[in-house]
């Protein structure tokens, strides 16, 4: 079975794609089962440019077909932000706590309407042997809720309402979230990249 490298070090990242590429065909492996270094600065405005910077630097330092990704929480109210920023929001060493209380800051005495959000993944799929890099998108909306609430997830789930299921992303079951997130979504056409990949590289061995 070929090895697809995920270009991140991130544990909650990499236990959602070990969940939503079950059986994808490919063994999934990390920098760190590599052995290396795998570094990227996400400096990019782009979600779309931040995963092909990881995307291919994986791919070059493994030889291996390689996933990067970006995402991030775009608040309406707030023009967006953090957006892209959101792994550097209120700098790379602010807690989760302390990022969530700036939010609340920001948000107080808004109505639910106007507390309207997003998640975006941006999925970059690097192939070392041509160099090629496909890229899919997926999002979900929801509210920022009131204060945190849950213990599941990672990153800004606790605080992402979703009024059709009652509850914050971080509430969710694993298997309910990985319908519902913006990594799920974009993960769907991201399994038909790596299903055509598959059958070109089992076609040219």
């Known amino acids: 079975m070929p090895q697809l490298l995920l270009a991140t070090n991130n544990a909650g990242k990499v236990h959602e794609y070990q969940s939503l590429l079950d059986g994808c065909g490919w063994q999934l492996v990390t920098p760190r089962h590599l052995a290396i270094d795998l570094t990227a600065e996400e400096s990019a405005n782009t979600y779309e440019e931040n995963a092909k910077i990881k995307a291919l630097e994986g791919a070059k330092l493994s030889g291996r077909v390689t996933l ?10 707030m023009g967006g932000d953090p957006g ?7 700098g790379e060493d602010a807690s989760y706590e ?4 700036e939010i609340a ?19 970059a799929v690097a192939d070392p042997e041509t160099g090629d890099v496909r890229l899919v ?6 509210l920022i809720a009131i204060e945190p609430r849950g213990e599941g997830g990672f990153g ?4 992402f309402w979703l009024p059709e299921l009652s509850a914050t992303m971080a509430e969710l079951p694993e298997h309910q ?7 799920a979504r974009a993960v769907a056409p991201a399994r038909q990249i790596l299903k055509e990949l598959l059958h070109e590289y089992e076609h040219a061995a």
């Open 98 to 101: 302390q990022r969530f209380a």
């Open 156 to 159: 800004y789930d606790p605080i």
């Open 105 to 123: 800051r920001r948000l107080e005495g808004r109505t639910a309407d106007e507390r309207r959000a997003r998640f975006v993944c941006v999925i």
């Open 84 to 90: 892209v920023r959101s792994a550097r929001f209120l």
């Open 177 to 183: 979230k990985n319908i519902v997130s913006h990594r």
């Open 137 to 142: 998108r997926g999002e979900a909306p929801g």
């Open 68 to 77: 990067g990704d970006d995402s991030g929480i775009e608040v309406e109210a």
